[in-house]
């Protein structure tokens, strides 16, 4: 199976596929018919879940529909627990993707909690000294 191939038996090798099939174990905080909420094996946060389909879907480019969908799951569960979070999902090894399957990575924050992302920038002349921005370009929206 490649990365970029959709997995038509249940497990197949693919971890996310036998979880989905029931045939791993995993903490499930949710099930919808086509998608499953699941603790991760590390969480970075109290409250990080990962929410995936229940069938193979590569990567969030492979079919878009399921995509949204799965997202929608996602944002769902953080309208429910409320506040700040993090969505991220990735496509490709090259982009930190270490399981070949569709998932969204639902990380709830808080100030202080230490958890830098990759792209994290301080300074922002707009928003003053230490502010943070999630924006990969580093500049916030109204900067120029």
Request: hydrophobic share 40%; glycine share 12%; net charge negative.
């Amino acid at each position: 199976m490649t990365a970029r191939t959709a997995n038509q038996t249940p497990g197949g090798g693919c971890v996310f596929c036998a979880i989905g099939a029931g045939l791993a174990p995993a903490q499930v905080v949710r099930r919808w018919p086509e998608t499953i909420a699941i603790v991760p094996l590390g969480p970075v946060t109290d409250g990080h879940v990962i929410v995936l389909p229940t069938r193979h879907v590569p990567d969030a480019a492979f079919e878009p529909v399921v995509t949204g969908l799965t997202m929608r799951r996602a944002a769902e569960l953080a309208q429910s627990a409320g506040g700040a979070a993090n969505l991220i999902t990735s496509i490709g090894a090259d982009a930190t993707q270490t399981v070949p399957h569709l998932h969204i990575h639902l990380v709830p924050r808080r100030a202080h909690d230490g958890l830098a992302l990759p792209w994290t920038t301080t300074g922002s002349a707009c928003a003053g000294p230490g502010a943070v921005s999630d924006d990969p370009t580093g500049t916030w929206i109204g900067e120029a």
